[in-house]
């Protein structure tokens, strides 16, 4: 049977060990898809990134997270899922997010490692602050992320 994990944590994440997690006990899934997203350098209008701070709301941030995944089952028929994703602070080139998804098919399981990026930037309940030699920003929900799981 099919399953769904998911992490929200401070430490970094063990991109293997969340591989595994998704091809575990699942014999019918031919593709496994994953995504993981990093801190990049980012040129901000007084200076350079240094890190960014995620905050999030616990309990509702898991569901939000399980929500989705199911949203994405309701698509496409999929094997085991799993999200984790990082708070606290994070440097330049530090895992925040992974996304992966197990699927009989290869396209079920692009589309929805996609589809559940997408919903996340647009309704996991994350905060983000861009940090900098210049200051903190709290940085506000950017409307292409919107626009990505509108065309869903």
Known sequence: MATTQVFVQTDNFD???LSERVRADDGTSGAIVTFTGIVRELELSDDKLDALFLEHYPGMTEKALEGIANKARDRWSLGNIVISHRVGRLNLNENIVFVGVGSAHR????????FIMDYLKKEAPFWKKEISSAGETWVEQKQSDLDAADTW
């Open 15 to 17: 991109i293997g060990d």
């Open 107 to 114: 396209v079920n399981a692009f589309e929805a490692a996609q």
